[in-house]
């Protein structure tokens, strides 16, 4: 029972830590007055991060200083990191990777976020909207994003990973 009220105490902990995190500790910074680039502290390997334009957006929803909206921000990151986590590198890359930010984002940062939020939940909570892929099942967005990738030429992989590699990654093959 005490381990269960430690671990319960330290995900609180966190979650105050998040709140309290910079936007660069949150975001990362692509390069600051000295010329260095800093990936996140929260989210090292995150594909949407490396995005300019996507980084910008999350920056503008951050900078409103509003407790949901810095949620809404922390709930996507944490989503794509699950994503990750649960299906590898690899089945959920095409989908981050390519993400689109829309042309005119300036007043509806937080709506588009809210909506990519809402789209990856349902995605990866409904079992209706998994797709079997020959390994178990995987939310249909991922795989979507995957084959229209390879229909537009576009690179399906993540750059470090090679049909080659031997890590524990799953590779779909078409």
């Given at each position: 029972m005490a381990m269960v009220e430690e671990h319960r105490q330290g995900m609180k902990n966190d979650i105050i830590r998040m709140q309290e995190a910079s936007v660069d500790d949150?975001?990362?910074?692509?390069?600051?007055?000295?010329?260095?680039?800093?990936p996140s502290s929260w989210f090292p390997f995150s594909v949407v991060l490396q995005s300019s334009e996507i980084r910008s957006a999350l920056c503008s929803v951050l900078d409103n200083k509003n407790l949901d909206d810095r949620n809404?921000?922390?709930?996507y990151l944490?989503?794509?990191?699950?994503a990750r986590k649960w299906y590898g590198t690899v089945v959920p890359w095409c989908y981050f990777h390519y993400l689109q930010v829309p042309n005119k984002l300036a007043d509806s940062a937080e709506e588009w976020l809210r909506a990519k939020v809402d789209e990856l939940k349902h995605a990866m909570y409904t079992l209706a909207e998994q797709e079997e892929n020959g390994v178990g099942a995987v939310p249909r967005i991922f795989l979507v994003a995957?084959?229209?990738?390879?229909?537009?030429?576009?690179?399906?992989?993540?750059?470090?990973?090679?049909i080659n590699s031997d890590d524990d990654n799953v590779i779909i093959l078409s």
């Open positions: 949150i975001l990362g910074c692509e390069e600051n007055e000295h010329g260095i680039s800093m809404l921000v922390m709930s944490q989503l794509e990191a699950k995957q084959r229209k990738c390879v229909e537009q030429g576009l690179p399906d992989l993540p750059p470090s990973c090679s």
